[in-house]
């Protein structure tokens, strides 16, 4: 399979100089004479090298077929996070290079996407949002709520949040895992 | 595309009208006329690699095919020949097919101003006092900030294409201006060169290998005498390989592009044909050429410079924006 890098996205898999790479952006530029071009940020697979390169917009580009498949979030250690197949309860081992920031957002037993090909498992599909729980926040100080103001507070997986003031401990959010934002209160 | 509101940008918003209100402040006292000119025309400068919107003016039975127009050149250069002196337009230009990014949007603001009876030399110190008088405006000082890199406005960093690819890519000038040599050398360096132009190899070794270090050593960059095919409407240079024509850049981001103008027209006629075939041979919307505007530079255009500057990019890179999007209250995306 190939697509045109003028139609590249986000989170697509790449052969680029006879390597697997995850496009991690891709922006549209015109110099005006000569090819329109795609300025992309690329991340080899293997190594997790992040590289800058800039594509004809009309050039073919050969992609990866990968399958997304319903995993497990099982637990990460200082490099890897690991995850079980589930239905034929295989484990599968994503670098943490490669899962990205969002993991401080996983929560051990929930059911995520895993990024395969040929068996072997390159990355996890960010989920559009996750629901936590907040373990530790301060009480806003009375008269400290106008305005935009927010105060620090940590969920239940150990990653730190800008919430709004009138939060509090106990509570569950939702967060994009993606920008690391507080979205709004959970519905109950 | 949808409408968006975005009121929590009101502050950047302000410092961005800063820089609107500092440009036409420093061209009002160094005397340029504002021009005040329409976005619609029956006909268009023809330019290969710039694709337009089209729309249709209506009345009864009549029907008239109309195109936003993608620089306010074809107006300005009838005035210049008329005698209208230096002047400047400062509002909307239109690109189709160029999706909106952080540094772009197919519809955006553009300052163009042209100075009469001067070259791109001339202008690239007017257009770094204009910087510096931004910058003292708003910031009281000819030093700023722009996404972590330090920029002192007091001088350029200048250099020519040739200088730049020899430094940046490893390119000779001999490669350079050698189509051959040129497409072998990217070939070389790992390019996919099957099908591609020795222009679209070259604004692809530029934009991967050379934009990214402009503007980054601590001063504004200034790149001039490109190759006359990057040049079609600027005053050749003796060496006859290149022309008048600079770009300048801040932090890696491209702000400006300028010509010493063409005049001579039948040189300039053949220039618009070539681009016209262009844009037939790329499937491009096929819009009536500006055939008044041809007649306009036979009657002779004063010799003059001219430069085009994205106006959304020159606030991002005075108010330290990471993008346009955070500098507008409404945005169409």
């Not at chain 2, 160094?30 to 329409?38: Q, S, T, V």
């Not at chain 2, 993608?70 to 008329?82: N, T």
Request: aromatic share 10%; net charge negative.
């Amino acid at each position: 399979m190939s697509v045109q890098a003028g139609n590249l996205k986000k989170g697509e898999f790449i052969i680029y100089q006879n390597d697997v790479w995850q496009v991690q952006k891709s922006e549209f530029y015109s110099p005006g004479k000569g090819a329109a071009l795609m300025r992309s940020k690329i991340k080899n697979v293997n190594s997790g090298k992040t590289i800058d390169y800039t594509f004809k917009s009309n050039e073919s580009i050969e992609t990866v077929d990968v399958s997304s498949v319903e995993m497990q979030y099982l637990y990460k250690d200082a490099e890897t996070a690991y995850f079980m197949h589930q239905q034929t309860f295989n484990q599968y081992e994503v670098p943490l290079e490669m899962v990205g920031d969002i993991v401080q957002f996983f929560k051990e037993g929930e059911t995520m996407y895993v990024y395969v090909h040929d068996e072997k498992p390159l990355s996890v599909m960010p989920p559009a949002s996750v629901q936590l729980k907040i373990i530790q926040t301060d009480d806003a100080a009375r008269g400290d709520t106008v305005g935009n103001a927010k105060k620090e507070a940590e969920v239940e997986t150990g990653a730190k949040v800008m919430v709004p003031l009138f939060i509090k401990q106990g509570e569950i959010i939702t967060i994009n895992p993606e920008t690391g934002e507080y979205t709004g209160r959970a519905s109950q | 595309m949808k409408i968006h509101t975005t009121i929590k940008n009101r502050e950047a918003y302000a410092q961005y009208l800063q820089v609107l209100r500092g440009v036409e402040s420093f061209l009002l006292t160094h005397r340029y006329l504002k021009l005040d000119l329409p976005v619609l025309s029956p006909a268009l400068i023809p330019e290969g690699y710039l694709e337009v919107f089209e729309t249709e003016f209506r009345y009864m039975d009549r029907r008239e095919k109309l195109y936003l127009t993608p620089s306010p050149e074809l107006f300005i250069k009838r005035l210049l020949v008329a005698g209208v002196g230096d002047c400047y337009y400062l509002g909307k230009s239109f690109r189709n097919s160029e999706p909106n990014s952080p540094k772009h949007l197919p519809e955006f603001t553009m300052l163009e101003m042209y100075k009469v009876g001067k070259d791109y030399r001339y202008m690239a110190q007017e257009v770094l006092a204009m910087l510096q008088h931004l910058s003292r405006t708003i910031h009281g000082t000819d030093q700023i900030m722009f996404q972590g890199h330090k920029v002192s406005l007091a001088s350029w960093e200048a250099m020519t294409i040739a200088e730049a690819f020899e430094r940046y890519s490893a390119i000779s000038t001999e490669e350079l201006f050698d189509t051959e040599k040129f497409i072998k050398k990217a070939y070389q360096k790992g390019y996919v060169t099957e099908g591609f132009s020795y222009e679209d190899l070259w604004s692809q070794i530029y934009a991967q290998e050379i934009e990214p270090h402009l503007g980054m050593n601590g001063k504004p960059t200034i790149l001039f005498d490109y190759p006359v095919t990057f040049a079609a409407l600027s005053t050749p240079n003796p060496d006859g390989r290149t022309a008048q024509r600079f770009e300048f850049y801040i932090g890696g981001v491209e702000l400006g592009n300028c010509y010493s103008e063409l005049t001579d027209p039948e040189l300039q006629a053949t220039r618009l044909r070539d681009e016209y075939e262009l844009r037939k041979k790329s499937g491009k919307i096929d819009h009536p050429i500006d055939t008044g505007f041809v007649d306009a530079l036979r009657e002779g255009l004063p010799e003059s410079t001219g430069i085009a500057i994205g106006v959304d990019r020159l606030g991002m890179v005075m108010t330290d924006a990471p993008d346009i999007d955070s500098m507008k209250l409404l945005t169409i995306r």
